[in-house]
């Protein structure tokens, strides 16, 4: 059985997060929190094999500027404890290149997430052969040509995510058929699954 680790948090003010470094680090790029002024350069950061951010087909042209989307984030979410983006940690399947890699994620990225109305800031990452990896960032508000919509409280039903998580083995059991690989992930529990196996080790930042 192939390695299954799909995890997702919640990136917020109250915690200390800013999604403005959030994205700099992930991405391994610079970027300026233009609130305080704050310089987040993290293009030393080896590994990052692939960035890119997908929105749905009405979103303006800003949304994919890394340094214009997070930065218009924080200035929306003006809350002290506002929930500025959510991310997904997913492991990726040794057995697959990066160009599959990367089709994957545009394939699971384009049905899940930006078909909902999402904006998604993708960070393929590729520092460990043996544990590549990507963070979606996703944005908690739709957005449409005119901009950011309302917040969306649908997207932190439970039932989303078991969804997120479900789709994401199907496909990759998909990939992994194509190429003849007989090994599967199963998203479900290891108590769920039967096995007595210890947890996969977590996916380092």
């Known amino acids: 059985m192939s390695i299954y680790h799909l995890r997702a948090q919640i990136i917020s003010r109250r915690d200390g997060g ?29 590994g990052v094999a692939h960035t890119e951010i997908m929105g749905p087909p009405n979103a303006p042209e800003w949304i994919y500027d890394r340094q214009i989307l997070w930065n218009a984030v924080e200035i929306i979410e003006r809350r002290r404890d506002a929930q500025l983006a959510r991310e997904l940690e997913i492991a990726l399947p040794v057995e697959l290149s990066l160009d599959d890699h990367i089709e994957l994620m545009h394939r699971y990225v ?21 544990n590549p990896h990507t963070h979606l960032m996703l944005s908690t508000r739709s957005v449409t040509a005119q901009g950011f919509g309302s917040k969306e409280p649908a997207w932190n039903e439970t039932e989303n995510l078991i969804g997120w998580r479900r789709e994401w083995a199907d496909l990759v059991n998909a990939f992994l058929t194509k190429i003849g690989v007989e090994r599967f992930a199963d998203h479900r529990s290891l108590d769920v699954q039967g096995n007595a196996r210890s947890p996969a080790r977590r996916i380092g930042f």
Do not use: P
Request: proline residues 0%; charged residues 30%.
């Open 110 to 130: 384009r049905c899940e997430f930006v078909a909902a109305g999402m904006i998604v800031d993708i960070a393929v990452h590729r520092d460990d052969i043996h």
């Open 18 to 46: 800013n999604a403005v470094a959030a994205a700099a680090y992930r991405s391994a790029s610079r970027l300026t929190d233009e609130a305080s002024g704050t310089i987040h350069d993290f293009r030393r950061k080896r």
